[in-house]
């Protein structure tokens, strides 16, 4: 297994984060050598500044609530990639899911795909909102959208990131996508059980203290 760092997106999206709270989490990025930085968009210019070009700069879309239009999605989704954006976490339009519309969920996400020119793109499904059989539902119609991975949670809803999800997700979609758990990873012991599931990537704001093997408590709000 890789170190767990290089499983890591350092994730900061709260929405009362500063310049230098955003800048402090690109400085602790380039010195745990993560594999990115999560961050809501008007911060990628400054993240570009800081991080080091091995690190990946994510962004999201749609974020938190998934509830704006696919146009703006995808408008959003450009901008992003303009400004330097590696990667794009979407959320799914939840609502639409849940209503079964999901001809309107896939076309949402392929806005998204298509305007991300090439760059991957992670479906936040969030899983605390979402029975075992919509998980299951939620992460082929990602698979039919052409995204590159499956995302647990936005850390703004209920639920979290569980091993068992993470299972059910990796049955699904076996090799056609990656995983990203995100939401409530406080113990290395919970991150490696995370992995073990078959997690590619973690979202954690707190993956300083994850690797130096330390407990840490609710992270509240943003993972």
Known sequence: MLPLALYIEHTLLKPDATFDDISKHCLQANEFKFIGVCINPSWLELAHK??????????????????????A???????????????IDMVLSIGQFKSNLFSYVREDIKAVVQAAKNKPVKVIIETGLLTKTEIATASGLVIESGAQYVKTCTGFSPGQATPEDIALIRHTVGAKALIKASGGIRTPEAALALIQAGANRLGTSQGPALCAGQKVGPAGAGY
């Open 73 to 87: 999605k995808a408008a959003e989704t450009k901008w992003c990639v303009e400004a330097g954006a590696d990667e």
């Open 50 to 71: 800081i991080l080091i070009p091995e690190i990946k700069r994510v962004t999201v879309i749609g974020f938190p609530l998934g509830a704006t239009s696919s146009e």
